[in-house]
């Protein structure tokens, strides 16, 4: 009898380093299991690829990684989410205490930082699971709780990130800092792989089950393990506009700038518009020079979100497609009390 192929669909591109995505992975295969309803985990998928950043993927087949259950207990369990909440505030804390801690040991440091990463990344996943999912809430406290508690700790990925790379600047020799973003906690920590391995990771990787793989095409990685893996890329598209989730009202007209690294956002201009697949703490430290954001993802409570209405500028979420119709230069609107992108002029036309 034939295996069932398991089906993946993209949901996110990140630029985290690989021990970042060895604490999701954790978060959500195992730590997510010791918490709540205790029953639901994801299986998460990431791939690299130079250039383009890391492409996480779930599966979407298997009934036990239905994140519905872990909402519907939290809206049936307030005050055990309060008391989770706390407690993550409280590490946090101790966390940035940590960081700016020169007694210890780089080492130390990275032991310490890196167990509390791990303890509350599950968290974070179980706040952004209610933030996309408020149609399923009854009791409207949980989405407040949970949205005040994003907005309060929305650096912690990239604070904790930023500290897990200081620490590994200080620990592993100078020929290795080109290649800091694609070693494992473990190699960090004990033997360091070769350079030629490492050189292969930073072209492309895949990040499975707990396990790195190198020099394979996607369609045979996808076969070896039974996987289909969808991206929903959009060969044309001809329409003159595009809707997606209004993130903070208003309207803005200006260029576009698509931006898809640090060092792309430091070339973003200002008034222009700035459309990538997910705003992240460390690009809003660059620049705060646009006049409105377009991603393709996010919920209310994602970061995009919260920054928009802090800066008090359109913002519109979740379209999907704007990273791939979209191009720098396009003239657009953003309509964001109708939650509409329209195309005014293209880069190309006359």
Known sequence: ????????????????????????YYAERFGLLEIGIKRVFFETLFIYKENEGTSVYYDFTDLKQWPLP????????????????????????????????????????LKKIYSIYKKLMPVVTITILIGDNKKEIKNHNLSKI?????KSTE?????TTE??????????????????????????????????TLKKRQQEYFF??????????????????????????????????????????????????????????????KDEILVTSMTTPDLMA??????????DEGGITCHAAIVSRELG???????KIATQVLHDGDLVEVDADDGVVRILKKIDEK
């Open 1 to 24: 009898m034939a295996k069932e192929i398991t089906e993946y669909r993209k949901k996110y591109t990140r630029f985290y380093p690989l021990i970042a995505y060895e604490c999701w």
């Open 70 to 109: 872990i909402v519907w207990y939290f809206d049936e369990h307030l005050e055990e989410f309060k008391k989770i909440i706390a407690d993550f505030k409280k590490d946090y804390e101790t966390l940035k205490k940590i960081k700016v801690n020169t007694d210890i040991s780089a080492q130390e440091k």
């Open 146 to 150: 949970s949205y005040e508690a994003r």
């Open 155 to 159: 650096d912690f990925i990239f604070y």
């Open 163 to 196: 500290s897990i790379i200081e620490s590994i600047i200080k620990i592993v020799p100078k020929k290795y800092g080109q290649y800091l973003y694609f070693l494992t906690y473990d190699e960090v920590l004990g033997k360091l792989p070769d350079i030629s």
């Open 208 to 269: 499975y089950k707990g396990k790195i793989i190198t020099e394979l095409e996607k369609e045979i990685f996808a076969k070896k393990n039974n996987l289909k893996i969808i991206d929903e890329k959009i060969s044309s598209f001809k329409k003159r506009s595009f809707k997606g989730n209004i993130a903070c009202p208003g309207k803005s007209i200006g260029k576009i700038k698509k931006i898809t690294s640090i060092e792309t956002m430091s070339k973003i201009k």
């Open 286 to 295: 660059v620049s705060k020079n646009f006049s409105a954001i377009i991603t």
């Open 313 to 319: 500028i359109p913002c519109i979420i979740g379209t």
